[in-house]
T-cell receptor, first 110, second 115 residues
């Protein structure tokens, strides 16, 4: 079992729709959860972080965390073509290391 | 927020030569540097963790004699790929965990091509 799992996609949504990205993790001792966006050939950029169960909203982005289910998600409202990228879920586990999922490719079609 | 300066951004080298990648932290509270490798269409794989003045901790399966990490000062960590081979061609990214920012800050990455 991989430590952090994501569906690689591609996930295709029309412009203006809600994109839903999901991630599961195996280390129950994990405390911090991050979503990064990565454009081709570039390094990741932080979009959201979440530490507590529940929802956290920042503009068009909402991160959701359910520690009991070991599940974290990212919702992107009013998706734009510029949101097209690979979204990486990352988890800081009990060892303190930041472990990445394989990433989900999002395509937002005009 | 914290900034990490990584260079070179792109390097092409001949098989058998060594390449050094530098990451310089502009956050003087930074303590730990992480080195990742990313193959095309794959995720970031943690290679090693370095702290100032101590030996790096390598992940399982990463050859410490091939990927030399030096963290001699608080703000500078280097990764040297020794005797590079075409299979070492990859995107190498450093990241620091800083007390002054949430999570981690990434360098801009180094695209290594070994011919």
């Amino acid at each position: 079992q991989k430590e952090v799992e994501q569906n690689s996609g591609p996930l295709s949504v029309p412009e203006g729709a809600i994109a839903s990205l999901n991630c599961t993790y195996s280390d129950r001792g994990s405390q911090s959860f991050f979503w990064y966006r990565q454009y081709s050939g570039k390094s990741p950029e932080l979009i959201m972080f979440i530490y507590s169960n529940g929802d956290k909203e920042d503009g068009r982005f909402t991160a959701q965390l359910n520690k009991a289910s070991q599940y974290v998600s990212l919702l992107i409202r009013d998706s734009q073509p510029s949101d097209s990228a690979t979204y990486l879920c990352a988890v800081r586990g009990s060892t303190g290391k930041l472990i990445f999922g394989q990433g989900t490719t999002l395509q937002v079609k005009p | 927020g914290a900034v990490v300066s990584q260079h070179p951004s792109r390097v092409i080298c001949k098989s058998g030569t060594s390449v050094k990648i530098e990451c310089r932290s502009l956050d003087f509270q930074a303590t730990t540097m992480f080195w990742y490798r990313q193959f095309p269409k794959q995720s970031l794989m943690l290679m090693a963790t370095s702290n100032e003045g101590s030996k790096a901790t390598y992940e399982q399966g990463v050859e410490k004699d091939k990927f030399l990490i030096n963290h001699a000062s608080l703000t500078l960590s280097t990764l040297t790929v020794t005797s590079a081979h075409p299979e070492d061609s990859s995107f190498y990214i450093c990241s620091e965990r800083s007390a002054s920012s949430h999570g981690y800050t990434f360098g801009s990455g180094t695209r290594l091509t070994v011919v």
